[in-house]
């Protein structure tokens, strides 16, 4: 069991470092259109995951309270949104083609607040997976192994692309290969050590379990809505983004019910 938790603690980041390392044998320069294709593709993995591996096992978990299940979804869900709210607000960060950055002014160079407003992220992600392994670990949340790994799948998936937006703008600001690589591969690191810290908590974070779920769910969906979205629609007018939104949306539906 624990080389199975570990395993999957691990397979998001290792999606980060799989990704990043594009930057080691691709030209300097992203196709904008490739770009807003990933980025799609990565929203719709995140909305896919936040329903069916977050929300719906939420509310499945509180059916006790009747009609009023959806409340510890509700609940959780407004918190995580909040939370990823009030990051966005107190940690300085840069998105990617963006000169201004946001959060607190402060005088660290472009390519690390580039690096930490992708390691914020992820950390929802690493969260989302930490409370999903803590759940099956309880063995009282009704959490299957497979489901716990689909997630983590799922979500190694859209890391990939987003291994490479991160260390290919890196590039392109002047940073060497090998360290635009270790950039992109370390702004994944908050995913197992944030997944790990969880796990570890597994005795306090299973009573609260429905609001934990639901609190990754909402803070991702806010990543989604905040800078996803947006990324994969701006530009010249294409339709590409939503195009791979949908078929992202579709491989993770299709992971959480085929191995859940």
């Given at each position: 069991m624990q080389a199975q938790i570990f395993l999957g603690i691990l397979i998001p980041f290792l999606g980060t470092a799989l990704g990043s390392a594009c930057v080691l044998f691709l030209k300097d320069k992203f196709n904008p259109m490739l770009q807003r294709a990933l980025a799609g593709f990565a929203a719709g993995v995140m909305v896919a995951a936040s329903i069916w591996s977050l929300i719906i096992p939420a509310m499945e978990q509180s059916e006790a309270m009747g009609k009023l299940s959806f409340i510890p979804a509700a609940v959780g869900f407004w918190l995580g949104i909040l939370f990823l709210l009030l990051l966005d607000r107190t940690i300085p960060h840069l998105h990617r083609n963006s000169s201004r950055a946001e959060g607190p002014?402060?005088?660290?160079?472009?390519?690390?607040m580039l690096v930490l407003a992708v390691a914020l992220h992820n950390l929802p992600e690493g969260m989302a997976v930490g409370v999903v392994y803590a759940g099956w670990l309880s063995g009282e949340a009704g959490i299957t192994a497979m489901s716990a790994l689909a997630l983590s799948l799922g979500i190694a998936i859209q890391n990939f692309p987003e291994g490479a937006i991160?260390?290919?703008?890196?590039?392109?600001?002047?940073?060497s290969r090998k360290r635009a690589y270790v950039?992109?591969?370390?702004?994944?690191?908050?995913?197992?050590?944030g997944a790990a810290l969880t796990v570890l908590a597994v005795g306090f974070v299973v009573p609260f379990l429905p609001y934990l779920l639901s609190f990754a769910a909402g803070a991702m969906i806010y990543v989604?809505?905040?800078?996803?979205?947006?990324?994969?629609?701006e530009g010249k007018h294409s339709n590409i983004g939503t195009v791979m939104f949908a078929a992202g949306f579709t491989v993770m539906m299709a992971l959480d019910v085929a191995l859940g």
């Open positions: 002014k402060s005088s660290l160079q472009k390519t690390t991160i260390s290919m703008p890196l590039r392109a600001e002047g940073v950039y992109g591969a370390l702004s994944g690191a908050v995913e197992p050590v989604v809505v905040e800078e996803l979205i947006p990324e994969m629609s």
